[in-house]
């Protein structure tokens, strides 16, 4: 049986099953190996997903628990409650209580599942103006910042380290790239392909931090080459 990884999140998850997506990607490492499954829930913050957990994990799991599950939240969270986007901001303390819910709802539906969470990603502020006006006017204040993004990427932290689970920076990671504000973010929020594969390189090197890798996992099945073209049948027990 093959194992599975679970990826759960916003729009970036949602998103990460297209044309160079980091979901996309981990499909195709691991290939034979893992199925990848998709829960992404575009616009939700922790309040929403939260609430719609139960639902939006049907049918992610069979008979064993995934191998892990990815928490990635925050970007909506951080909205700015003045702004275009005031629905969908959650306070800093209710967005790590919230964190903290869903990884216990995980823990206790599959004890042997590895958590890793995933901070908001950084804010590029002329682009998410363009993107809610239409406009570049820098006298308009963007609906999300890169301050508020980083401030609930620290809380991220905190509460990976309060529990224990993996986590992901992105935030910082991105911003260690040249010109990360256009090569990584599409809009100022959303990932480019370059974007895309910083975060798949660093899903990739956490999970063969909890012993997860293309390495250590056998194919599913018998390989082409390892067919005898004499005896194909016996490959398959037969």
């Not at 979901?23 to 499954?37: E, I, K, M, P, S």
């Amino acid at each position: 049986m093959r194992p599975r990884l679970v990826l759960f999140g916003d729009s970036i998850t949602e998103q990460s099953f297209g044309s160079g997506g980091w979901g996309a990607a981990l499909t195709d490492r691991f290939a034979r190996q893992a199925d990848v499954v998709l829960r992404g829930l575009s616009g939700y913050n922790t309040r929403w997903a939260l609430k719609v957990l139960p639902r939006a994990m049907e049918g992610a799991a069979d008979a064993a628990d995934p191998a892990a599950v990815t928490v990635f939240f925050g970007a909506n969270d951080a909205s700015l409650p003045d702004q275009a986007q005031a629905h969908q901001n959650v306070p800093l303390d209710e967005y790590q209580s919230n964190l903290r819910a869903i990884c216990g709802y995980f823990k206790e539906r599959w004890p042997s599942t590895a958590i890793i969470l995933i901070t908001p990603p950084p804010i590029y502020e002329p682009a998410r103006i363009r993107d809610i006006y239409g406009v570049d006017d820098p006298s308009r204040q963007a609906e999300r910042t890169n301050e508020a993004a980083g401030s609930y990427a620290q809380a991220c932290m905190a509460v990976a380290k309060e529990l224990g689970h993996p986590v992901i920076d992105i935030w910082t990671k991105m911003q260690e790239f040249p010109d990360w504000q256009t090569s990584a973010l599409s809009d100022g929020l959303h990932f480019t392909p370059t974007g895309n594969k910083i975060l798949f390189d660093e899903v990739v090197k956490t999970l063969a931090s909890i012993g997860f890798s293309k390495e250590s996992l056998p194919s599913d099945l018998p390989l082409y080459h390892d067919i005898d073209p004499k005896d194909p049948m016996q490959a398959f027990g037969a």
